[in-house]
């Protein structure tokens, strides 16, 4: 069964540095998302991206964060200067998009998740 | 603000109850998720609905349109069930917005043999 992927699975940097946590969608799949769960809080969406360009963004998702599909498989996000407090888990998601009536809705598929600790 | 509200927080069960997660939400949906994240971080979907009904299993998604309500019942419990359940919902989505997820807190189920 295809499945999203995501590497590494657990990423530790120093605060000030860069990351690049990658991710592979489903193959056929044509929406991708990054979400990030800080330990003991809840999933918060963080970025949607259609077509090679950004559809929504969070408030979270500020200058110091980047998406990029650098090929035809992967889809990354890249952390610029690091804060502690980016220390969570990250999500990567991908799905297709189906229509019921009106409404347009997405089964999302999940990856396993990369935990990033900044020190 | 809370746009999607879990009960219970925590919920402890013996093996072989029949358990049932609710979720409420205030903004306009075209679809609500049930997710399942295991004790290692993963998640799981489990349901996504927009109306009615669905089962899969021993699991039973409901939802509410008018009252904005949505449960997960799971029958038969069992240990394994043991995971955190947590409630997403799609908004309404004008222009080129594709569904990004408003999540509850989840609610954390222990079945005990």
């Known amino acids: 069964e295809p499945e999203v992927t995501q590497t590494p699975s657990h990423q530790v940097t120093q605060m000030g540095q860069e990351v690049i946590l990658r991710c592979v969608p489903i193959?056929?799949?044509?929406?991708f998302y990054w979400y990030r769960q800080i330990l003991g809080q809840k999933v918060e969406f963080l970025v949607s991206f259609y077509n090679n360009e950004i559809s929504e963004k969070s408030e979270i998702f500020d200058d110091q964060f980047s998406v990029e599909r650098p090929d035809g498989s992967n889809f990354t996000l890249k952390i610029r200067s690091t804060k502690l407090e980016d220390s969570a888990m990250y999500f990567c998601?991908?799905?297709?998009?189906?229509?019921?009536?009106?409404?347009?809705?997405?089964?999302?598929?999940f990856g396993p998740g990369t935990r990033l600790t900044v020190l | 603000k809370n746009e999607v509200e879990q009960s219970p927080q925590n919920l402890t069960a013996q093996e072989g109850e029949f358990i049932t997660i609710n979720c409420s939400y205030s903004?306009?949906?075209?679809?609500l998720h049930w997710l399942q994240q295991h004790p290692g971080g993963g998640i799981v979907s489990l349901f996504m609905l927009s109306s009615g009904k669905k089962k899969h299993g021993r699991l039973i998604a409901t939802i509410n349109i008018q009252e904005k309500h949505s449960s997960l019942h799971i029958t038969a419990s069992h240990p394994r069930d043991s995971a955190v359940y947590i409630c997403?919902?799609?908004?309404?989505?004008?222009?080129?917005?594709?569904?990004?997820?408003?999540f509850g807190k989840g609610t954390k189920l222990s079945v005990k043999p």
């Open positions: 997403a919902v799609a908004s309404w989505n004008y222009g080129g917005s594709q569904g990004n997820l408003i």
């Open positions: 998601a991908s799905s297709e998009v189906r229509f019921t009536g009106l409404a347009r809705s997405n089964e999302q598929f």
């Open positions: 193959s056929n799949h044509l929406y």
């Open positions: 903004v306009g949906i075209s679809a």
